[in-house]
């Protein structure tokens, strides 16, 4: 198959397309950068891609929710064309304000009767959480996240706890494999209260739809591609790449 071709879509606030791009053609995908409202316009154009990322940033500010308005635009002008480019085996890819997106959207965990059965929240700090976190790949249900076991990523976000309306349903987006990475202390055992950043259930950092094609995560793969953005990675020696890379590279090698 030819190189994949990704589509990085652009909104008012968004902030993290430049880095997304060198990440994703680093890995080796021909890209796109192209705002809400050309897509809008044609949704058609989306049949010429095969990898979908909408990555982070503030899209129109954040003003009702973090991720709500671009959410609402998806599901009500765009979402013929998403199913579509789902059913196709295409990959779909939400970082931190995408992740919020994707999850407000319907696309990750679709709503009942009564509404959304997950959300994103303000973090039970209340304030802003700007640092590093390591992460567990709980689950390799989504071919974004294969051969991985561990990351260590930055993070930057206001509103990233994960809540679940009902208890049940945290236990079955676990037994379904959706919930595919979740925070967890430096030597791999479960989070506590300090390196949970959020205070998210089950401390979920990224959760993936029943395909697991479609991924959204809060931590910021595409701020770790080189192995020079670690902090510590003079003293840590210099690693082949940095973690975040294998993400995007595992999802051009996805469609080889």
């Known amino acids: 198959m030819p190189t994949p071709h990704a589509l990085i879509l652009r909104a008012p606030g968004t ?3 430049l880095e997304t791009r060198f990440a994703l053609e680093r890995a080796g995908a021909t890209t796109q950068r192209l705002h809400l409202n050309r897509l809008r316009e044609n949704p058609s154009l989306l049949r010429d891609f ?10 129109y500010g954040d003003d009702v929710a973090a991720g709500k308005i671009l959410a609402h635009q998806l ?5 013929d064309a998403l199913r579509e480019f789902r059913s196709a085996e295409k990959l ?3 970082i931190c304000n995408g992740f ?3 999850l407000k959207a319907g696309l990750l965990v679709p709503p009942d009767e009564d509404g959304p059965l997950a959300t994103l929240a303000h973090n039970t700090s209340g304030r802003y959480q700007d640092r590093w976190v390591h992460l567990n790949v709980a689950a390799n249900q989504s071919p974004f996240l294969k051969g991985v076991t561990q990351m260590h990523l930055p993070m930057a976000h206001g509103e990233g706890r994960f809540v679940c309306r009902k208890e049940w349903i945290l236990k079955g987006l676990a037994q379904s494999n959706q919930i595919v990475l979740r925070y967890c202390q430096p030597d791999g055992s479960a989070a506590d209260a300090h390196w949970n950043p959020n ?5 979920v950092a990224g959760l993936c739809d029943a395909t697991g ?6 931590p910021h793969p595409e701020r770790h591609v080189l192995p020079t953005q670690h902090p510590q990675w003079t003293r840590l020696g210099l690693a082949e790449s940095g973690d975040g890379f294998a993400i995007f590279r595992n999802a051009v090698e996805y469609f080889e």
Do not use: E, H, W, Y
């Open 100 to 102: 919020q997106v994707l």
């Open 92 to 94: 779909i890819l939400g």
């Open 15 to 17: 902030n993290c397309d």
């Open 75 to 79: 599901s009500s002008f765009l979402a």
């Open 199 to 203: 205070g998210s259930q089950d401390d």
């Open 213 to 218: 094609r479609v991924m959204g995560l809060m």
């Open 50 to 59: 095969q990898i979908l990322v909408i990555p982070g940033g503030f899209s």
